[in-house]
């Protein structure tokens, strides 16, 4: 079973590449929660576990992180631009 990592980062407009955003700028979204993650992992058919007090190693402010479970059929890209979607869905 394979275990993927979210972190706020990755989604997050306000960060750079450098930074850690690893989603394209249209896609991403200011400021994801990890709650808006893990509920838009669960629309895209995954289950999600929230870990709130951990820190994406290039932040110093805990934001926490979302593991995805059972997402063996597709890649981690894939994943996080479906998510990136459905948290801009959730916004709006």
Not at 63 to 79: C, E, I, T
Not at 84 to 89: K, N, R
Request: net charge negative; with cysteine; glycine share 4%.
């Amino acid at each position: 079973m394979v275990e993927n990592v979210i972190w706020p980062a990755y989604l997050d407009a306000n960060c750079t590449r450098n930074e850690g955003r690893r989603v394209a700028e249209d896609l991403a979204v200011e400021e994801p929660t990890v709650d808006e993650i893990a509920s838009a992992v669960q629309q895209v058919g995954y289950d999600a576990v929230i870990e709130r007090s951990k820190t994406y190693p290039r932040e110093y402010e805990p934001r926490g992180r979302v593991v995805v479970k059972g997402a063996d059929d597709a890649s981690k890209s894939d994943l996080l631009e479906a998510v990136a979607a459905y948290v801009t869905a959730i916004r709006e």
